[in-house]
């Protein structure tokens, strides 16, 4: 299970860091990926560590979001800052590819960020 905490509203050039956690998986022997979902659009995958700890970002966050795993704690965060109005969505982290269990994906309740202009 994944469990996603963090989020709120933030102003246009504020920051903000979300927490992922794990109970039965093990985040160092797996990618895990932070996706978010806006309004009218489709999830994306925007950051994403590698099992090896390389990490990949999508354009539209490189340079402002990081993506980064605590072994120990078992969990992955995403800091973000310099955010932006369009960075306003719903986020989720999971696997990559994204966790599926009894033929279904699963995806946690995710939290909202709201950046205000």
């Known amino acids: 299970q994944l469990v996603e905490s963090g989020g709120g509203l933030v102003q246009a050039g504020g920051s903000m860091t979300l927490s992922c956690a794990a109970s039965?998986?093990?985040?160092?022997?797996?990618?895990v990926g932070w996706y978010r979902e806006a309004p009218g659009k489709e999830r994306e995958l925007i950051a994403r560590?590698?099992?090896?700890?390389?990490?990949i970002y999508a354009d539209s966050v490189k340079g402002r979001f990081g993506i980064f795993r605590d072994s120990a704690k078992n969990t992955v965060d995403l800091h973000m800052e310099n955010l932006k109005p369009e960075d306003t969505a719903r986020y989720y982290c999971n696997t990559v590819p994204a966790f599926v269990a009894a033929g279904a994906t699963y995806w946690g309740q995710g939290v909202q960020v709201t950046v205000s202009s």
């Open positions: 560590i590698t099992e090896d700890g390389y990490k």
């Open positions: 039965k998986i093990l985040l160092w022997r797996v990618d």
